[in-house]
C-alpha cells in the first residue's frame, strides 16, 4: 500500500519559481514510478512528466526545460521544481505512482488521487 500527498503550492508571479513535493507513506515506494499531473480550470488532467524506479525522467513538450522531476527514496518523496512559471501553468498539481511493470502495468495498482495542490500564476 502505497499514498502520496502534494504539498507546495501557492501564488507566484510570471518568471517566477515553486518547488512542490509528493511525499508517500508505504515500505514499497522505491518500486514506483511517479508521474505530476496538472488539471487546468475548464479542462482534464495531463501528465506533465515522470520519474522512474531508476531516476530517469520525461516531459511533456510545454514544460520541458522549466520543470525538473526527482526522487529521493530514502525520504520516500518527489519533488516538482517550477521555474519560469507562466500563467497558463495555473491549476491543480497531483502526483500518482504506478509499482514497476515492464512493458507496463495495467493500472489496477496505481496509487489513488489525493487532494492536489493549487498553483496560481499571475501578476
Known amino acids: 500500500q502505497v499514498q502520496l500527498v502534494e504539498s507546495g503550492g501557492g501564488l507566484v508571479q510570471p518568471g517566477g519559481s515553486l518547488r512542490l513535493s509528493c511525499v508517500a507513506s508505504g515500505s514499497l515506494f522505491r518500486f514506483y514510478n511517479v508521474g505530476w499531473f496538472r488539471q487546468a480550470p475548464g479542462k482534464q488532467r495531463e501528465l506533465l512528466g515522470y520519474v522512474t524506479t531508476g531516476g530517469s525522467t520525461n516531459y511533456t513538450d510545454s514544460v520541458k526545460g522549466r520543470f525538473t522531476i526527482s526522487r529521493d527514496n530514502a525520504k520516500n518523496s518527489v519533488y516538482l521544481q517550477m521555474n519560469t512559471l507562466k500563467p497558463e501553468d495555473t491549476g491543480v498539481y497531483y502526483c500518482?505512482?504506478?509499482?514497476?511493470?515492464?512493458?507496463?502495468?495495467?493500472?489496477?495498482?496505481?496509487?489513488?488521487w489525493g487532494q492536489g495542490t493549487q498553483v496560481t500564476v499571475s501578476s
Open positions: 500518482s505512482g504506478a509499482p514497476y511493470s515492464p512493458g507496463g502495468g495495467d493500472g489496477a495498482h496505481d496509487t489513488d
